[in-house]
């Protein structure tokens, strides 16, 4: 059964930086679209980005261009999601889930992990 | 800027029909997705492809979409379906993907 890992919560201060993991298991990580979503405290989903672990290409919402970096280590079939300064308002559930495509070669979120609270405070 | 429009709440009786529309000007040339968000839990996909339901999802959870607006429907509502639903599409570039704002359909 295809499985994502998170990392654990953290909590941090305005300023610092901070990278998150997702580890996949049982599936071709190479071969599959991973993404982040973010979802503030008592809010929707959010599109943050994703990436291709086969050759690292990565597409960012213009949202969240710029505000963080999504990577990943094929070799240990992790994605990653960091910061370089959190701000209060990163303070959020984040969620990496892999992406299926369908006849229209859309692609969609199928397998979630279970998440990763990440919580900025001074 | 694109976006995908949800009543932000739904409420039924047990055993009556939830329907949850999604709105979006793309809808007619792309599909719709649709999670479902338990409290404290992560989401689930109940519904891609506008209609198709994943194995595993309940039968009573459908999908369809005419035109601009996409339909979650549940027949026979459970106590048990208390919870957030997402719709989930892109502009007609393809290139900007996004949630609705969300529904919250309460069971009870």
């Known amino acids: 059964e295809v499985q994502l890992v998170q990392s654990g919560a953290e909590v941090k201060k305005p300023g610092e930086s901070l990278k998150i993991s997702c580890k996949g298991s049982?599936?071709?990580?190479?071969?599959?679209?991973i993404g982040w979503v973010r979802q503030m405290p008592g809010k929707g989903l959010e599109w943050m980005g994703i990436i291709y672990p086969g050759d690292s290409d990565t597409r960012y919402s213009p949202s969240f261009q710029g505000q963080v970096t999504i990577s990943a280590d094929k070799s240990i079939s992790t994605a990653y999601l960091q910061w370089s300064s959190l701000k209060a308002s990163d303070t959020a559930m984040y969620y990496c889930?892999?992406?299926?495509?369908?006849?229209?070669?859309?692609?969609?979120?199928?397998?979630w992990g279970q998440g990763t609270l990440v919580t900025v405070s001074s | 800027s694109y976006e995908l429009t949800q009543p932000p709440s739904v409420s039924v009786s047990p055993g009556q029909t939830a329907r949850i529309t999604c709105s979006g000007d793309?809808?007619?040339?792309?599909?719709a997705y649709w999670y479902q968000q338990k409290s404290g839990q992560a989401p689930v996909l109940v519904i891609y492809?506008?209609?198709k339901r994943p194995s595993g999802i309940p039968e009573r959870f459908s999908g369809s979409s005419s035109g601009t607006m996409a339909t979650l429907t549940i027949s026979g509502a459970q106590v048990e379906d208390d919870a957030d639903y997402y719709c989930y599409s892109t502009d007609s570039s393809g290139n900007l993907w996004m949630f609705g704002g969300g529904t919250k359909l309460t069971v009870l």
């Open positions: 049982a599936y071709s990580f190479t071969s599959y679209w």
């Open positions: 793309a809808l007619p040339k792309k599909y």
């Open positions: 492809e506008d209609s």
């Open positions: 889930a892999s992406l299926s495509r369908g006849i229209a070669k859309e692609y969609y979120f199928d397998y």
